[in-house]
């Protein structure tokens, strides 16, 4: 599955990043690249390296607040601690320790997008991502968070953001994200169980499914396994009925997800992290 490789990963947002900067970075320097280039299309630039955590009173909950932006997740936040934010770096902390350990290279995909997090007291259980504030994830722990909880919201968060590179690089749809949200183009979401969501987004949600069952079930746990077999499938079912609104790149990513949501074989999923054989798409044009 390419949506879960890291070199896949890599090979889009090195694409992303020669796009917006004319830079094609090698490895070792694509972390460095993508805050250069991120901080270009964002309000406001990168702080340095890894995860820069802010709360309700940051530069970032500020311009969310003022634009509207995760609104259901604001909404109820108030003032934080100290100790309160000792507390949830500490748990991030943890989590991306247990990520590490799931799987390391699920760990870079998650180091590579995610730059900014605001952490909030809401009671929303949950976070939140967008296309136009890349790098940005907002989270609100519910309070019996445990260590896979924050871990998992990381990683789910993570992989939005990553999806919303490789749609920049290739696109995924063959109409505007407005137009996708028409009744006729909707689709089952496999997370809001039994809603119909505009095409984007439910297939956003069936994506990010696979690694957050993949996290539980390395973990011994069944849940969310549970939970979301069944209703991986049926989003699966209907998300084929709208395949001529993918576009070719698209396509490939909607089958591989659907293959998965036939098998649940978590051991192709643990391949497919690393696997060459979903690192590329499209070779280099030769000059």
């Known amino acids: 599955m390419h949506f879960m490789n890291i070199g896949h990963t890599y090979e889009n947002t090195a694409r992303l990043v020669h796009a917006v900067t004319g830079e094609y970075p090698d490895v070792e320097r694509l972390d460095t690249a993508y805050r250069t280039a991120i901080s270009k299309v964002r309000p406001m630039p990168v702080k340095g390296e890894g995860i820069d955590i802010t709360y309700e009173d940051g530069t970032w909950a500020k311009f969310c607040t003022d634009n509207g932006i995760f ?20 748990k991030v902390a943890e989590a991306l320790a247990l990520i590490q350990s799931i799987h390391p290279d699920l760990r870079r995909m ?39 909880d924050y871990a998992m919201c990381l990683v789910h968060e993570g992989m939005h953001l990553n999806l919303f590179v490789a749609d920049k690089v290739y696109g995924t749809f063959t109409l505007p994200s407005t137009e996708l949200e028409a009744d006729d183009r909707r689709a089952l979401s496999a997370v809001k169980i039994g809603q119909k969501r505009p095409l984007d987004k439910a297939f956003h949600a069936a994506v990010v499914t696979v690694p957050l069952m ?46 998965f949501g036939e098998t649940i074989d978590f051991g192709h999923v643990a391949r497919s992290i690393s696997s060459p054989e979903y690192a590329g798409y499209r070779p280099a044009v030769a000059a």
């Open 214 to 259: 993949f996290m539980e079930h390395h973990q011994g746990k069944t849940t969310l396994v549970d939970l979301y077999t069944k209703s991986l499938a049926d989003a699966c079912e209907d998300l084929k009925k709208q395949r001529p609104y993918f576009t070719e790149y698209g396509q490939m990513l909607l089958d591989e997800l659907c293959g």
């Open 71 to 90: 609104e259901h997740i604001f909404k109820g936040a108030g003032p934080t601690d100290g100790p309160t934010r000792e507390a949830w770096d500490a």
């Open 110 to 148: 998650v180091d590579l997008m995610v730059t900014d997090l605001v952490i909030l007291n809401s009671g929303a259980d949950g976070g939140g991502s967008a296309s136009h504030i890349p790098g940005v994830v907002v989270m609100s722990p519910g309070e019996g968070w445990e260590t896979l």
